[in-house]
């Protein structure tokens, strides 16, 4: 998609600081962080949102959640414990509509809202 930012970060088309990238993931550093670490896990491919993914898309995800503990791990998460949180449409609070979970850590989650 060509007007869709988080395409155009996953292209290496607009800064931001990629902590981890393969071919099918990309993990970048949230420009307004919310927490000491605070990290946004997205797949290469355009989907909008997360009742856009389809059986195709299965492994894809599972992968991307594989990641997502990878990163963990490597950001000093894994015994500490984080949050991954996908915000899913208007009402869930999603902004980006490119498919993206936000990895949170470094602090005390207290419960959501
Ligand atoms: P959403 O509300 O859609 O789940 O979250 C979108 C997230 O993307 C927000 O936390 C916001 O700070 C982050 N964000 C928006 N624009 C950019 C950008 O250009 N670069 C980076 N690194 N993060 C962004
Ligand atoms: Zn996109």
Sequence with gaps: MSDCIFCKIAAGDLP????????????????RPVA??????IPRKHIPDLTAI???????????HLVAV???????LADRGFRLV?????????????????LLGGRQMRNLC
Excluded at 16 to 31: G, H, L, N, P, T
Excluded at 36 to 41: D, F, R, T
Excluded at 70 to 76: C, D, L, N, P, S
Excluded at 86 to 102: A, M, R, T
């Design 36 to 41: 000491p670490i605070h990290i946004l896990i």
């Design 54 to 64: 389809t059986e195709e898309d299965a492994e894809l995800i599972g992968y991307l």
């Design 86 to 102: 996908n915000n899913c449409k208007q009402e869930g609070g999603q902004v980006i509509y490119h498919l993206h979970y936000h």
């Design 16 to 31: 931001s600081e990629i902590v981890y990238q393969d071919d099918r993931v990309v993990a970048f550093k949230d420009i």
């Design 70 to 76: 990878k990163v963990a791990q490597e950001q000093g």
